[in-house]
């Protein structure tokens, strides 16, 4: 006799939710214990006259619901190789950049760009002085890579058609509701806005920092303080994300150095730091991250949000209409980017550049993620404690519970400690920002010296 396989039900289809799916997907003890399925409150990012399959057009509507979920992100060898693992190195080498260079770098403000009328990428330059250089500080012997920059978009995309060839479900436009337990059977029934349900034995939260999910676990546990305990912990940051590409406007200016060009930049600034990176296709990812007294109101946050009014409409063809919408006002998500237009950068001359041939950019409170970690962590959990017939899941969530716990605190350590460093706020910090990684001593060939 055949045993049912028992449904597990994952809210969130960007990357730890797909993820987690593949590593059931692809582990054949798994695919025979359980079936995911993918729930997402966005609509479906692939055409419906295309096999999911097909590339699609940057462009086109399908490609924005993608391009909501981040800018880009730095893959480390903790999400490498997991991903590789699941058979995707091929598909996100071809669409990402390896981390080889990194230059760091002292930069004053420039001369910014106040006033609407004024064009971001003519701000005049902040003079600027190159602190040290690392070459492959990121080299890992056992992935015979660094880290790897990649677009959101595509490693979400890389994801979800894996997921399909592998007959995983993936059902959109479903926002959570509401979760009830169902009977002594230790399954959950899960309920969407529209009324649709479904029954579910394991119900994972991977929809982000407002999980509902989350919301519904802790409302289970104490109705009173559910929500305060659901708003993600503050780090008294906001990041400005982007993608700059050249087919807006020219980014590198002329006679600049390969190296320049090639590497990725860590800019320090008074109170925050300038990041960018090269991405395949001549674009540039970049990050600003600056201090924030408080969060946004999670109120405000959603993505079907039209964008502020006090935008004008001729704005439309310009980077400022580029902005998602989200839980902050976008004129002040202008006025920052303003401000910062004339901050050094060596291969543009300006930020001001990157930000007028931004394709897209994004600005949320500064949090830190493991998702991808997160997911082969819960996977290899339920390979080690497969539910009986008679028995729950919570065996191998414990055993999940444990590990993470511990991880989740040390990171969040080494993440604050990064922040302060980053950020600049007090003068000792910024002294053992720029100092240290002036006098910081570089290895001549990692590669060689890394085992």
């Known amino acids: 006799m055949i045993a049912v396989r028992r449904k597990i039900g994952i809210v969130g289809a960007a990357i730890s939710g797909p993820t987690l799916a593949l590593q059931i997907l692809t582990h054949p003890v798994l695919r025979e214990l359980y079936t995911p399925t993918l729930w997402d409150q966005t609509p ?17 509507p399908s490609a924005k619901t993608l391009q ?8 480390s060898g903790n999400g490498l190789a997991p991903l590789y693992a699941l058979g995707l190195r091929a598909a996100i080498d071809a669409r990402s950049q390896e981390f080889t260079g990194v230059s760091f770098w002292r930069s004053g403000y420039g001369a910014p760009a106040f006033s609407p009328d004024e064009a971001v990428e003519a701000a005049q330059p902040a003079p600027a002085v190159r602190l040290n250089r690392m070459q492959d ?68 939260g991977a929809e982000g920092a407002w999980s509902e999910v989350r919301r519904a676990i802790l409302r289970r546990r104490d109705e009173s303080t559910a929500e305060e305990r659901w708003v993600p912990d503050f780090m008294g940051a906001t990041g400005i994300y982007g993608i700059s590409s050249p087919k ?28 960018m990176s090269p991405l395949p296709g001549g674009k540039i990812r970049w990050d600003l991250l600056i201090p924030e007294a408080s969060p946004p109101e999670h109120s405000k946050s959603k993505a079907e949000e039209e964008i502020d009014a006090e935008v004008e409409q001729d704005m439309i063809s310009r980077w400022e209409s580029r902005i998602v919408p989200n839980a902050y006002s976008t004129n002040s998500t202008i006025d920052i980017l303003h401000r910062h237009a004339g901050v050094y950068h060596p291969a543009t001359s300006s930020f001001g550049r990157l930000i007028a041939a931004s394709e897209r950019i994004i600005r949320s409170p500064l949090r830190s993620s493991f998702g991808v970690e997160d997911a082969t962590v819960l996977a290899n959990c339920l390979l080690n404690h497969s539910p009986s017939a008679e028995s729950n899941f919570r065996t191998a969530l414990e055993e999940y519970a444990q590990v993470r716990i511990s991880r989740s605190k040390k990171m969040a350590r080494m993440a604050s400690l990064a922040g302060n460093l980053s950020l600049g706020e007090r003068w000792y910090w910024r002294w053992l920002r720029d100092y240290g990684i002036k006098w910081m001593p570089m290895p001549k060939d990692p590669k060689a010296g890394k085992k």
Do not use: Y
């Not at 479906?44 to 086109?60: A, I, K, N, Q, V």
């Not at 979760?179 to 649709?196: S, Y």
């Not at 980014?251 to 090639?262: H, I, S, T």
């Open 137 to 204: 500080p990121t080299w890992s012997t056992e992935l015979g890579t660094n880290m790897r920059i990649i677009e959101r978009r595509h490693l979400q995309e890389i994801l979800l058609k894996k997921v399909v060839e592998l007959d995983g479900e993936v059902v959109w436009e479903r926002k959570l509701e509401k979760v009830e337990e169902v009977g002594d059977t230790g399954g959950v029934r899960v309920l969407f806005k529209g009324g649709k349900g479904e029954n579910v034995s394991l119900l994972v």
């Open 68 to 75: 909501t979920a981040g800018a880009a992100i730095a893959l």
């Open 44 to 60: 479906d990012p692939f055409p419906s006259s295309c096999h999911p399959t097909s590339p699609f057009s940057p462009s086109s």
């Open 248 to 275: 807006i406007a020219p980014l590198v200016v002329e006679g600049v150095e390969k190296e320049a060009a090639a590497d990725t930049h860590g800019i320090w600034l008074d109170q925050g730091t300038l990041s």
